[in-house]
Structure formats: C-alpha cells, structure tokens
C-alpha cells in the first residue's frame, strides 16, 4: 500500500475527529501523527476545551480494546496495573490484569495522581510489557497511552517526572476555540459524541499504516537537521536539561508519519520544523537562571522556536 493509497482511511478518520472537536485541525493532526508514529500522546490544557473528548474520539475511532482511567490522589500502582490474589478454590495465586492490558488506554488527568502511581505506566509505555512478582507479560498491539493533564499550577495537579514526560512522543494544547466554531458547538450542529462513534479503521489496518509509516525514508541532510536541533537544546544556557536520544527518536517517527499523512513516501524539512516543539516542548527544562530571569521566555516552546531560527535548514 502506496501513502496515496493510505489517504482515504486517514482522510476519513481525520475528518470524523474533526467533527468531534470543532475548530481544532492541528490539534487532531498531531494526534493522528502520533497514533502512526505507535507514540503515547499527552493532551496538556485548561479544563473544558476538549483534552478528554480528543482522547475518547481518537480511542474509539479505532476498532480496538479501550479503557478510560480517572486518576485520582488516592488511586494505587495495583489499580493501574493489575493485582494478585489468592483463589481459595484453586488453592492458587492468581494475577487479575488492571485496565492497562488494553489497546487504547485513556488516562485521564495523569496529573491528578501521585508520582508512585505515575510510575506504574513507565515499563508499559517504553517497552510495552508490565512485570508484576517478577513475572513480564506483553502488552497486546497496538497498545497507545492517551493522557490528559491540567496545567501545573492548577490545584491538586502533582508534575510528571521528566522520566515519564520523556515517554510520551508528543504534547497536544488545544486552546479555546474560535467564535464560529463556538457557535457550532453551542448548536450542537453536526456535532459527533464520542460514545456514539462507530470505528473508522480496524485493528490490522491501523497495524498496516504504522507498519507503512516507518518505510517513510528521510535524507541524511535532514537527519542531520535533527540533530543541530536536538544538540542546540543541550547546550542553551536557558536550558538546563536538552532533549534526550529518545526524543531525537520521537522526532524522526513523528516526520515519517507526518509524510505519510500528507501522501509522501519522504520527509521534507517543514515536516521537522512543525513537529520539532510538539515532541520536544515537554521535554525540555529551564535553567534555574531563565526562570528567575524578568526578561525570560515564558517556556520551553519559545527557547525552541528560537533554536529552530538559529539552524539552518537544509535546502
């Protein structure tokens, strides 16, 4: 299957989304960037613009296995991952798999619940296998973790670890929506809930185009490319932790999906530029010294876009 030939199935997913979240293309493209790339999404925004309802539409557009988390403060490892218990019957221990045994696992508001807790997906969302009493059990494919987050200085949000944002191939912000696309949905014109949705793909055909997505070839001056970006953030001096080799990584599939969304069999630079803050933003820290500084940028996303205007692109 030709990229040409992929564009229908995509073109019809998109547009299915699109009719969920009004007046949010970009926001849905990169989504389904990173459901191509076999990434782990995280959708970072104020309450009410959409974060869960992404999350639910993108899960349930694909005809696979789906579990909704809520975190919460007081949720344990065990209710992620699963538990051992003891069957009287049997006379026997026996593991009872958590919600993370799943395709699509939505994880909402992952900032609502403790580090410990946290930590409970991080073998799950790098090698996709969970080990529990010393025993390793995969995960079934595709296996996508969706997480929604509200922003740090909301109250009750406990920050990612940079370990765990580090796993997650890109960040989404939504933002408000514009007046006519409000409008919409104050009329509830069109608009497609997410319970309601019927799959768009199934499962081997999800399989098929992450499996095209990775025969996307990049020239060896855009490799390259990627790595003045990935090495300019490792050494700002507003920067006190750069992206990491699993990030330059993270980019480079997040091009080849892009290509292959757009019906290319190649990458081109602007691929790179668009995704280069999306994948590296939340992997990024500032310097103790940009922070306390008055004439600081207000985040990492502008330190990068900066960096973007520093490199030169190859022609």
Excluded: W
Excluded at 51 to 77: E, N, V, Y
Aim: charged share 25%; with cysteine; net charge negative.
């Amino acid at each position: 299957m030709l990229p040409s030939q992929s564009l229908p199935a995509l073109t019809a997913l998109e547009n299915t989304l699109d009719l969920v979240l009004r007046g949010k293309p970009e926001a849905v493209r990169l989504s389904l960037v990173c459901l191509l790339a076999r990434g782990h999404l995280l959708i970072e925004d104020v309450p009410g613009v959409g974060k869960t309802t992404l999350a639910q539409s993108l899960a349930r557009s694909i005809g696979c296995s789906f579990h909704r988390l809520q975190f919460t403060s007081d949720m344990l490892p065990s209710d992620v991952i699963g538990v051992t218990v003891y069957n009287a019957h049997a006379e026997e221990f026996e593991f009872k798999p958590g919600p993370i045994f799943t395709n699509f696992l939505l994880a909402d508001e992952i900032n609502r619940t403790t580090p410990k807790t946290q930590s409970a997906l991080l073998e799950a969302m790098n090698e996709r296998q969970v080990t529990v009493d010393g025993r390793t059990m995969p995960l079934v494919e595709p296996f996508m973790v969706i997480a929604t987050q509200n922003p740090q200085e909301h109250h009750g949000a406990y920050p990612l670890p940079e370990s765990q944002l580090d796993r997650f191939l890109l960040r989404v912000r939504i933002g408000y929506p514009d007046a006519a696309s409000e409008r919409l949905i104050l009329r509830n014109s069109d608009t497609v809930q997410p319970q309601t949705m019927a799959p768009v793909l199934n499962r081997d055909e999800l399989l098929d185009l992450q499996e095209r997505t990775r025969e996307i070839t990049m020239d060896d001056a855009l490799l390259d490319y990627i790595l003045a970006i990935v090495e300019k953030t490792r050494t700002h001096e507003a920067l006190a932790l750069g992206v990491s080799p699993r990030g330059s990584q993270a980019l480079f599939r997040a091009a080849q999906a892009k290509a292959l969304l757009e019906g290319r069999t190649y990458v081109i630079p602007d691929d790179i530029k668009r995704l280069a803050v999306p994948v590296f933003g939340h992997r990024v820290v500032l310097s103790s010294r940009a922070t306390l500084s008055p004439r600081r940028s207000d985040s990492g996303d502008r330190i990068l876009e900066q960096i973007l205007s520093q490199v030169d692109v190859p022609l």
